[in-house]
């Protein structure tokens, strides 16, 4: 079985300035698998990307390896002020 946490972690460590300050969280229930990411604010765009292209992309990698091991998995990433 596929870590999606430690997969997702791989590719936002990849992205960001401070790969330290990188936290994902997973929660498993009814819906599927959902991992949050957390990450030091001046990172967080870098994440999100330009109208959100470096997020859509990676969710759509990440839902892929979930499909392949039928399991649906969703990303949140975290704004700073929430």
């Given at each position: 079985?596929?870590?999606?946490?430690?997969?997702?972690?791989?590719?936002i460590?990849g992205?960001?300035?401070n790969?330290?300050?990188?936290?994902?969280?997973?929660?498993?229930?009814?819906?599927?698998?959902?991992?949050?990411?957390?990450?030091?604010?001046?990172?967080?765009g870098l994440?999100?990307?330009?109208?959100g292209?470096?997020?859509?992309?990676?969710?759509?990698l990440?839902?892929?390896?979930?499909?392949?091991n039928?399991?649906?998995?969703?990303?949140?990433?975290?704004?700073?002020?929430?």
């Amino acid at each position: 079985m596929v870590d999606y946490k430690e997969f997702l972690e791989y590719i936002i460590k990849g992205i960001v300035n401070n790969p330290d300050k990188v936290e994902i969280e997973k929660t498993v229930d009814e819906m599927g698998v959902l991992l949050t990411v957390k990450a030091h604010p001046s990172d967080v765009g870098l994440i999100i990307g330009k109208k959100g292209s470096v997020a859509q992309a990676i969710r759509a990698l990440t839902r892929i390896v979930g499909l392949k091991n039928k399991a649906r998995v969703n990303i949140k990433i975290e704004q700073p002020n929430q």
